[in-house]
């Protein structure tokens, strides 16, 4: 493999901001953190969007209307304030 082609990774060359072995290490478990936590939030978001789609698509076959936003007795919860 000619010389101009080969990647720091392979060879065991220092990157740019690390100037000892540690710090490269260090710069490499950040990475692997940093990519962990992406799938973690990647996982989560998916999940969601796939909670919500099936919610908004049983709430659409639902005749009945299924949203919500006051108690039916609301004087009643007035009186008391």
């Known amino acids: 493999m000619p010389r101009a082609t080969r990647r720091p990774a392979v060879t065991g060359a220092l990157m740019a901001p690390a100037h000892t072995a540690a710090q490269m ?3 490499v478990l950040n ?3 940093d990519v962990s936590l ?3 939030f990647m996982a989560v978001v998916v999940t969601m ?3 919500g ?3 908004a698509l049983a709430a ?5 209307v299924t949203a919500r936003e ?3 007795d609301m004087p ?3 009186q008391n304030a």
Do not use: E, G, K, Y
């Not at 659409?60 to 009945?64: E, I, L, S, V, Y």
């Open 38 to 40: 992406t799938i973690l």
């Open 60 to 64: 659409n076959a639902d005749p009945r």
């Open 25 to 27: 290490q260090q710069i």
């Open 76 to 78: 009643l919860l007035q």
């Open 31 to 33: 990475d692997h953190v």
């Open 49 to 51: 969007l796939i909670c």
């Open 70 to 72: 006051t108690h039916h």
């Open 53 to 55: 789609v099936r919610s």
